[in-house]
């Protein structure tokens, strides 16, 4: 079942009836009335779009565009980064592996996930090659990002045909100009504080959380597995305008404390040796490209990093001056 957002559905009915946004939405309300409101807005918008022979859930090619539930989804884009291959082990023994890498055109980015002999696709990938995606399914991971996922049957084609477009420039704002629907956008500021990490337990084969169930790791989809661990390190930034939490998960936290997957892992058994950093991050400026997120719990907003980079003085310097 692929899920739309009602603000998407708007949009896209807006643009293919050529009704007004208004016009839409009391279609949708008298739908909802005529059937006593037992459907949803999202179920009203649908009879809607049948009615006025719109396809709300044609892939338009774009990455902003993916939905989770899309199958056989195709992109064209250029790599922006490749990320480590990793292996693991099934619960019948058997090996396995799994890697990734972001791919981005003029609408977005979007991670994408490659199992088994897909993976070795990683070994020829690097920053800036153009590529064809096809049979991808599109899923949403715990963190609330689209990602594409690759099998057997899909395939990645280095010298696509078609002309491929440029990855978007990446907007840079203050932590103040932040919007809660901000995705792709950079912000740069001063770590000011740093959270101890927070570990938890996932499946070594799909990487999502494992419940304990009588002494036993048990994955919904593998079954008993040995769990992995994967973590989240906190940190406050602030840019002179304001002051927000930074979440970074797995790959960004060993970047952001220049530590490798091993020397994370140790900090959950020995958390004392972890101390020393939060003071030696102080005073560091970092850039990060990410999205925002509201957290509903704290009633605020959060900025979930998926690249990190070290702020360099000189290039930001030439970026004010005006020559
Ligand atoms: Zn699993």
């Keep these: 079942m692929i899920r739309m957002p009602l603000p998407d559905m708007l949009a896209r009915l807006k643009e293919k009836s050529g009704l007004s946004e208004q016009d839409i939405l009391a279609?949708?309300?008298?739908?909802?009335?005529?059937?006593?409101?037992?459907?949803?807005?999202?179920?009203?918008?649908?009879?809607?779009?049948?009615?006025?022979?719109?396809?709300?859930?044609?892939?338009?090619?774009?990455?902003?565009?993916?939905?989770?539930g899309m199958r056989n989804v195709e992109i064209l884009g250029r790599v922006t980064q490749v990320f480590d291959v990793r292996e693991f082990q099934r619960a019948d023994g058997s090996g396995g592996k799994v890697g990734s890498f972001l791919v981005g055109d003029d609408s977005g980015i979007v991670r994408i996930v490659c199992w088994g002999t897909q993976?070795?696709?990683?070994?020829?990938?690097?920053?800036?090659m153009p590529l064809k995606i096809s049979g991808g399914l599109v899923r949403e991971?715990?963190?609330?990002?689209?990602?594409?996922?690759l099998n057997e049957a899909s395939r990645v084609n280095l010298s696509p045909q078609e002309p491929v477009p440029e990855v978007g420039k990446v907007q840079r704002k203050t932590l103040r100009e932040l919007q809660e629907s901000d995705d792709q956008v950079e912000i740069m500021g001063t770590v000011v504080q740093v959270f101890d990490p927070k570990f938890f337990e996932v499946c070594p084969q799909c990487n999502t959380r494992v419940k304990e169930v009588e002494g036993h790791w048990s994955c919904g989809e593998h079954g008993t597995v040995v769990p992995d661990y994967s973590y989240l390190v906190n940190v406050f930034l602030d840019d002179g305008t304001e002051n927000l939490r930074v979440v970074?998960?797995?790959n960004q936290a060993e970047k952001l404390l220049d530590k490798t997957k091993e020397q994370m892992v140790a900090y959950r058994v020995a958390p004392d040796s972890?101390?020393?950093?939060?003071?030696?991050?102080?005073?560091?400026?970092?850039?990060?490209?990410?999205?925002?997120?509201?957290?509903?719990?704290?009633?605020?907003?959060?900025?979930?990093?998926?690249?990190?980079?070290?702020?360099?003085?000189?290039?930001?310097?030439a970026k004010l001056d005006p020559q």
Excluded: M, W
């Design 248 to 250: 970074l998960f797995r």
């Design 141 to 149: 991971n715990q963190r609330g990002y689209k990602e594409v996922h």
């Design 119 to 128: 993976a070795e696709v990683l070994r020829q990938l690097s920053a800036g």
């Design 27 to 68: 279609k949708i309300d008298a739908k909802c009335a005529s059937l006593s409101g037992l459907i949803s807005k999202e179920g009203a918008a649908h009879i809607i779009s049948n009615e006025l022979g719109v396809k709300l859930l044609e892939s338009s090619g774009k990455i902003r565009d993916l939905l989770p």
């Design 274 to 317: 972890f101390e020393p950093l939060k003071t030696e991050l102080l005073g560091e400026q970092f850039k990060f490209v990410g999205r925002v997120k509201k957290n509903t719990f704290f009633d605020r907003l959060e900025f979930i990093a998926n690249q990190v980079k070290k702020a360099n003085a000189d290039e930001e310097l």
